[in-house]
C-alpha cells in the first residue's frame, strides 16, 4: 500500500492531473483503507508491555536493584498509539479533502455516517 501511496504522492507532485489519478488509480478505487489494529489490539500490546515491564522489575527487586521505568509499556504506547482510529487515505483523495470543495466531501460522508443501519 505505502508503495502505491508513494507513487500517487510522486505523481501529484510532478503535476499529474487528480482525476487522471483516479481514472488509473492503483488502490482498486480503495480512496480510504480502515485501520490495521482495533482498539482491543491495542490494549493487548499495551498489556503485553506492561507484564514484560512487571516482570523485569520483579527481577531488578529481588536483585536489590531500582526497577527503573516502565520501559516497555512507555515504547508500546507510543508505537501503536492511534492505530486502532488511524486510516490510509489516497493522496488524490487528501488533496480533494483539503480543497475548497472538501467540506462537500466531509459533508456528504457525515450524511452517510447518520443515516447508517447496522440492520440492512
Do not use: H
Not at 57 to 84: K, Q
Request: proline share 6%; hydrophobic share 40%; aromatic share 6%.
Amino acid at each position: 500500500m505505502s508503495s502505491d501511496y508513494q507513487a500517487v504522492q510522486k505523481a501529484l507532485s510532478g503535476g499529474a492531473d487528480p482525476a487522471m489519478l483516479c481514472a488509473t488509480c492503483p488502490w482498486d478505487r480503495n480512496c480510504i483503507t480502515p485501520p490495521e489494529m482495533t482498539a482491543a489490539d491495542i490494549e493487548a500490546r499495551m498489556k503485553e508491555g506492561a507484564a514484560q515491564d512487571e516482570k523485569r522489575a520483579a527481577e531488578a527487586r529481588a536483585a536489590g536493584l531500582d526497577p527503573g521505568m516502565p520501559a516497555g509499556t512507555l515504547l508500546t504506547a507510543l508505537m501503536f498509539a492511534g492505530r486502532d482510529i488511524s486510516a490510509y487515505v489516497c493522496p488524490v483523495f487528501s488533496l480533494r479533502l483539503r480543497s475548497s470543495g472538501g467540506r462537500r466531501i466531509a459533508d456528504a460522508f457525515k450524511g452517510q455516517m447518520q443515516e447508517w443501519d447496522d440492520q440492512k
